[in-house]
């Protein structure tokens, strides 16, 4: 099956850094979407982005199918960018079938 | 996400005990999804739904029964439960005629299995 891979696997920034988080998949996917999860558990859609590039307030995201990996950038951190942040894609045939990677936990200090 | 509710949100129970844990949304999305965490893991598909009369299989649904009882809900049953079960089980429900196929998930429940 598809391959999902993330890093890196931590990140501890001062407040205010810049931050890129990458996930690399071994297969074209017709899915990708970029989930936080915060330190309370629970799962925030970031984007959904399986090519191209997206930007909302301080977060952008950006793939490259072709090549075959994401971006996640955070610029300016806050301390409740704290959390995990995952990457799923899915391989094909719009089941929804999301495999996730094993997340970048990432820890913002003030 | 606010519109997708589980419940019970935290459960402690014994090896061997049947337990269900519910999955509700007002999405009026067709697909609706059960995922299961361990930790520091991502997570891992469980079973699927495309709608009610629609039930399938995902990554690892041994050991896991499910039930559709109406668009809005979506059931997931340990029949007997067992210590490895112990996880953070997740909800999702997504529709795909929107363009994106984006997934929603509910806050999680919490189970653990003495």
């Known amino acids: 099956g598809i391959q999902v891979e993330q890093s890196p696997p931590d990140l501890i920034l001062q407040e205010g850094a810049n931050s890129t988080l990458r996930c690399n998949f071994s297969d074209s996917v017709n899915n990708l979407q970029w989930f936080h999860q915060n330190p309370w558990g629970q799962l925030i859609n970031l984007f959904y982005i399986p090519s191209g590039t997206k930007q909302n307030g301080r977060l952008s995201a950006t793939t490259v199918a072709t090549e075959r990996y994401s971006l996640l950038y955070i610029s300016s951190s806050q301390t409740t960018d704290s959390g995990v942040y995952f990457c799923?894609?899915?391989?094909?045939?719009?089941?929804?079938?999301?495999?996730f990677g094993q997340g970048t936990t990432l820890q913002v200090k003030p | 996400d606010a519109d997708v509710t589980q419940t019970p949100r935290n459960r402690i129970t014994k090896t061997g005990k049947r337990i269900m844990l519910e999955c509700s949304q007002t999405?009026?999305?067709?697909?609706m999804y059960w995922y299961r965490q361990d930790p520091g893991l991502g997570l891992r598909l469980i079973y699927y739904s495309f709608d009610v009369k629609d039930i399938n299989k995902g990554e690892i649904s041994d050991g896991y029964s499910v039930s559709r009882q109406a668009q809005a809900k979506f059931s997931l049953s340990l029949e007997s439960a067992i210590p490895n079960q112990t996880a953070l089980y997740f909800c999702a429900t997504s529709d795909p005629g929107a363009g994106e196929n984006t997934q929603y998930f509910g806050p999680g429940t919490r189970l653990t299995v003495l």
């Open positions: 799923a894609v899915e391989r094909g045939g719009n089941t929804g079938k999301l495999i």
């Open positions: 999405k009026g999305h067709d697909r």
